[in-house]
């Protein structure tokens, strides 16, 4: 369940600043909002080395999450139901790459079908009356899940960038890049907004590879990689799409406005030289351009076929060209 924060007014008593905590230090915020004896457990924590606050209301239980961010919360509410206020703060706490335990005191097993229904990431419970050892035990472990869940939601970022980036050239790969102009398509579609869709391909790339080496063929992609992400904005997308093909999405783009951006493509890529070794090549690009225009009844794969159109027109008139993809006029 998605909750704004809820900040409730201070009060003269919630005034106080929040104690010091060593930056080594795990934070255990106490939610003691139901009054329960917990200076035991308080004691515990404390001698084992945890930075331990107690919110005896919600307004300082905020104050004190807002001062500093718990590893954990031990929350005794004064109200156990699924959308109660001191839940729904504790939901708000929560990110998905950093979820925060939270230990909820039940009175009795009754009280448990509410907490099973309660939208967080890592939550346990204990039974009042509370032994100190068995919270303590608890939040132990509720910290050693919390630091595996982060640990794996690392590795998945990592992999995900590893798979959305083309490894020889930095651009987006061409499998996100479907994702992406099928999202950025559908977004068009919704606010009725232009997309714009450049082919952009190697003028006789295949010689390169023919006449040199691999290494030098990847450096010429790397060049020309370089030229698009020199040239695209920050909400445009660059990628690698295929052997010697790139493509650039361009959202918001209309299609003069495409037009000038390939042809800045072009004239920035053109007359590079490469050179490597005993190898030597300059560079061209053959670019293909078509647009959505926001309204028509097109297809994201209509925008692909048609560019792809717009390229090998471009290459058939001599490379080195810009070509924008025409509807061909139907007589009625």
Known sequence: M?????????TETDTAPPAARPGD??????????????????????????????????????????????????????????????????????????????????????????????????????????????????IGLALETRANVRDLHGRASMLERQVSIDFKTGLTSERHMRTLIEREWKRAQRHENPLSLLLIDIDDFKGVNDATDYAFGDEVLRRVADGLKGTVRETDFAARFGGDEFCVLLPQTTPAEAVQTALRIRQRIAGTVVSKGSFRREITVSIGVDSYDGRSAASVEALRRNANLALQEAKRRGKNQVWLHAP?????
């Open 2 to 10: 998605e909750t704004q924060p809820f900040r409730p007014p201070a």
């Open 328 to 332: 061909v006029e139907r007589p009625a």
């Open 25 to 138: 230090q795990r934070l255990v915020l106490v939610m003691n909002h139901g009054r329960a004896p917990l200076g035991e457990l308080v004691a515990l924590l404390t001698a084992a080395g945890y930075a331990v606050q107690v919110g005896e209301t919600l307004a300082q239980s905020h104050r004190l999450a807002a001062a500093s961010r718990p590893d954990v919360v031990l929350l005794h509410p004064l109200v156990l139901c699924e959308g109660s206020v001191e839940l729904e703060f504790a939901e708000s706490l929560q990110t998905p790459d950093d979820p925060i335990p939270v230990i909820v005191l039940v009175p009795d097993l009754a009280a448990l079908a509410a907490v099973r229904r309660l939208a967080l990431p890592i939550l346990d419970f204990v039974l009042m009356p509370a032994r100190a050892d068995e919270c303590a035990s608890r």
